[in-house]
Nanobody, 122 residues
Framework: QVQLVESGGGLVKPGESLRLSCAAS????????MGWYRQAPGKQRELVAH???????QYAGSVQGRFTISRDNGKNTVYLQMNNMQPEDTAVYYC????????????????WGQGTQVTVSS
């Protein structure tokens, strides 16, 4: 009943920028939080950045100062602006959201996007 659709992945060179978008759609009552995770080959999925309804943000130490998360509540969309990208940022990036729907009895449920590949290589 809820879909998260990501866009904006691709191939960039070290030092370049990329912007990811994730739009939530479906029977949504409210979105408590949205964020981005990533998973590199052979590694566990890790939090990249997270933003709650009140606007407070959290970043992984490895991206602090380079990545910026923002949210358009009217569009149910979260963005990740990635600057000064490095080869270690190469991963599949997943959108995540905690969403209240008519089916969750008032409690938020977790939803994931399908993932978008980001590759940083010269």
């Amino acid at each position: 009943q809820v879909q998260l659709v990501e866009s904006g992945g691709g191939l960039v060179k070290p030092g370049e920028s990329l912007r990811l978008s994730c739009a939530a759609s479906g029977r949504i009552i409210s979105i408590v939080a949205m964020g981005w995770y990533r998973q590199a080959p052979g590694k566990q999925r890790e939090l990249v950045a997270h933003i709650r309804n009140a606007g407070d943000k959290q970043y992984a130490g490895s991206v602090q100062g380079r990545f910026t998360i923002s949210r358009d509540n009217g569009k149910n969309t979260v963005y990740l602006q990635m600057n000064n990208m490095q080869p270690e940022d190469t991963a599949v990036y997943y959108c995540h959201a905690d969403i209240v729907t008519p089916y969750g009895l008032g409690s938020p449920e977790e939803y994931w996007g399908q993932g978008t590949q980001v590759t940083v290589s010269s």
